[in-house]
């Protein structure tokens, strides 16, 4: 099936290895097609995601009522103290708001929310209509910081600017004026700050075993499970570890422009990439502790000894079979090909919303020839691809979910719903399983696009005749 696509879109959609195709290359980090219903989301949404998981702060949108809606508690971030995150406020503009101003209705509602709440910073976010109508977000914001004491940081989040990755510079750019406020004092020479990982499901948490079996200190978590003391003494630690590239990757560059803080990229997601995170973390600090490379090779062994046969078991069943992704940021792409291939899927498909022409080159590298890759996709192009290519799992997100059941087909969610750790050794079992129990489903048997008999799992006998689990 030859998908219909957009004029305007043809360059952002590669085959590699196509017939007479040019070395590979794809336009990308574009604003969104009006008219084809992107997967994007706007600056606002950007902004709030990568600072939401700040536990203890207060988070404000300036704007309607549905802005606050909007986004709201998505990412699921989990925290191991204060929840106030969890709850959403908004200044609720009307129209009269819009038509005399909202400053003095941010004024009055910051200062009863911090009386109310007492949190130790507060991040009030602009809108599309703010932007609009002009209101001074960082004169309001600086009146209430004097009064009350705590950092009252405006951020610049004007829906209308440009897309998500701006909203990641917009967060960035608020918490930068956080770090180096703090007491560095007390951290140790063997310290990391973790950046890019909301701690969906508790998987920060798991990280930081990690971290502290080889013996390295975690100051500040940027931004799962945050807190803004830890922001505030994040230029005290040695090391900065990016993982979601595009949502901190400006916050890594600002510290090592004024702290001199150096940073690495690094994936959680899947076998190679978790343990080359470890192994990076023990190389930096190799020359301070001679032996964290020997604990750091005993940790990955240990975990291992224990993941591939279990590995082994599911992948009997899923040798050969081909799978689509569509994620957020490009860095899980990599990560997801790679750990479909221990499972034996071939990936047919793969793109993301904020990814670069660096992150794309590199996903045409490590994938097949024929592989799709795609940027900034819409509903149309993705159901084509996943007809076009059979494909029998499509992992993304929440917005994708639809997509793949209207056509039969397995999901697994990778984005910012899941309830179940994905990250880390014990997180690579966990998607194998669910990779496992989707593919394998009797359900699939009775979907119009695809009859096939169902597979038994390992650990469920099945009925032969009927495909039910006894």
Same mark, same amino acid.
């Given at each position: 099936?030859?998908?219909?696509?957009?004029?305007?879109?043809?360059?952002?959609?590669?085959?590699?290895?196509?017939?007479?195709?040019?070395?590979?290359?794809?336009?990308?980090?574009?604003?969104?097609?009006?008219?084809?219903?992107?997967?994007?989301?706007? $600056?606002?949404?950007?902004?709030?995601? $990568?600072?939401?998981?700040?536990?203890?702060?207060?988070?404000?949108?300036?704007?309607?009522?549905?802005?606050?809606?909007?986004?709201?508690?998505?990412?699921?971030?989990?925290?191991? =103290?204060?929840?106030?995150?969890?709850?959403?406020?908004?200044?609720?503009?009307?129209?009269?708001?819009?038509?005399?101003?909202?400053?003095?209705?941010?004024?009055?509602?910051?200062?009863?929310?911090?009386?109310?709440?007492?949190?130790?910073?507060?991040?009030?976010?602009? %809108?599309?209509?703010?932007?609009?109508?002009?209101?001074?977000?960082?004169?309001?914001?600086?009146?209430?910081?004097?009064?009350?004491?705590?950092?009252?940081? #405006?951020?610049?989040?004007?829906?209308?600017?440009?897309?998500?990755?701006?909203?990641?510079?917009?967060?960035?750019?608020?918490?930068?004026?956080?770090?180096?406020?703090?007491?560095?004092?007390?951290?140790?020479?063997?310290?990391?700050?973790?950046?890019?990982?909301?701690?969906?499901?508790?998987?920060?948490?798991?990280?930081?075993?990690?971290?502290?079996?080889?013996?390295?200190?975690?100051?500040?978590?940027?931004?799962?499970?945050?807190?803004?003391?830890?922001?505030?003494?994040?230029?005290?630690?040695?090391?900065?570890? $990016?993982?979601?590239? =595009?949502?901190?990757?400006?916050?890594?560059?600002?510290?090592?422009?004024?702290?001199?803080?150096?940073?690495?990229?690094?994936?959680?997601?899947?076998?190679?990439?978790?343990?080359?995170?470890?192994?990076?973390?023990?190389?930096?600090?190799?020359?301070?502790?001679?032996?964290?490379?020997?604990? %750091?090779?005993?940790?990955?062994?240990?975990?291992?000894?224990?993941?591939? #046969?279990?590995?082994?078991?599911?992948?009997?069943?899923?040798? &050969?079979?081909?799978?689509?992704?569509?994620?957020?940021?490009?860095?899980?792409?990599?990560?997801?090909?790679?750990?479909?291939?221990?499972?034996?899927?071939?990936?047919?498909?793969?793109?993301?919303? %904020?990814?670069?022409?660096?992150?794309?080159?590199?996903?045409?590298?490590?994938?097949?020839?024929?592989?799709?890759?795609?940027?900034?996709?819409?509903?149309?192009?993705?159901?084509?691809?996943?007809?076009?290519?059979?494909?029998?799992?499509?992992?993304?997100?929440?917005?994708?979910?639809?997509?793949?059941?209207?056509?039969?087909? &397995?999901?697994?969610?990778?984005?910012?719903?899941?309830?179940?750790?994905?990250?880390?050794?014990? &997180?690579?079992?966990?998607?194998?399983?669910?990779?496992?129990?989707?593919?394998?489903? #009797?359900?699939?048997?009775?979907? #119009?696009?695809?009859?096939?008999?169902?597979?038994?799992?390992?650990?469920?006998?099945?009925?032969?005749? %009927?495909?039910?689990?006894?």
């Amino acid at each position: 099936m030859e998908p219909v696509i957009f004029e305007e879109r043809k360059a952002q959609i590669q085959r590699k290895g196509a017939k007479g195709a040019e070395p590979f290359s794809i336009s990308c980090n574009k604003n969104s097609l009006a008219g084809a219903v992107s997967q994007r989301a706007c $600056v606002f949404c950007g902004s709030r995601v $990568v600072l939401y998981p700040i536990a203890d702060a207060l988070h404000l949108v300036h704007g309607p009522i549905g802005c606050a809606v909007y986004n709201w508690d998505i990412r699921g971030a989990m925290s191991s =103290g204060p929840e106030l995150h969890r709850l959403s406020f908004s200044t609720d503009l009307r129209e009269k708001d819009v038509i005399f101003g909202g400053e003095k209705k941010l004024y009055q509602a910051l200062l009863e929310l911090i009386d109310l709440h007492k949190p130790n910073a507060a991040f009030v976010y602009s %809108t599309c209509i703010v932007g609009i109508i002009g209101d001074d977000l960082k004169a309001v914001c600086k009146k209430v910081e004097a009064e009350k004491g705590i950092p009252v940081i #405006p951020v610049q989040s004007e829906g209308f600017k440009g897309n998500k990755r701006e909203g990641y510079l917009a967060a960035c750019q608020a918490m930068f004026t956080l770090v180096g406020t703090g007491d560095t004092s007390a951290i140790s020479p063997l310290s990391v700050n973790i950046l890019g990982d909301f701690n969906l499901a508790g998987e920060i948490w798991i990280i930081q075993d990690y971290l502290r079996r080889m013996g390295v200190e975690v100051v500040a978590n940027i931004t799962g499970d945050g807190r803004v003391e830890e922001v505030r003494r994040a230029h005290g630690a040695a090391l900065n570890l $990016v993982q979601c590239s =595009g949502a901190t990757m400006d916050l890594a560059k600002m510290m090592q422009q004024k702290y001199g803080i150096p940073f690495k990229k690094v994936s959680y997601f899947g076998i190679e990439d978790m343990s080359d995170a470890l192994y990076e973390v023990a190389k930096f600090f190799e020359d301070k502790d001679p032996e964290i490379m020997t604990r %750091t090779r005993e940790l990955v062994r240990e975990e291992l000894r224990d993941l591939y #046969p279990k590995l082994q078991l599911l992948r009997k069943d899923l040798v &050969g079979k081909k799978a689509a992704i569509y994620v957020g940021g490009a860095f899980k792409a990599f990560s997801l090909v790679k750990s479909f291939r221990h499972l034996g899927i071939d990936v047919v498909m793969v793109g993301s919303q %904020t990814g670069t022409q660096e992150d794309y080159q590199e996903l045409a590298e490590i994938t097949d020839e024929g592989t799709i890759v795609v940027d900034d996709t819409n509903p149309l192009e993705l159901s084509a691809f996943i007809k076009e290519k059979d494909v029998d799992i499509f992992v993304g997100g929440v917005k994708e979910r639809p997509i793949a059941y209207k056509l039969g087909v &397995g999901f697994c969610d990778h984005n910012h719903e899941r309830k179940e750790a994905l990250e880390g050794f014990l &997180g690579m079992y966990n998607f194998a399983k669910e990779v496992h129990a989707t593919v394998t489903s #009797p359900v699939w048997n009775f979907t #119009p696009r695809r009859r096939k008999s169902p597979i038994a799992s390992p650990d469920v006998p099945a009925c032969a005749a %009927t495909g039910r689990v006894s």
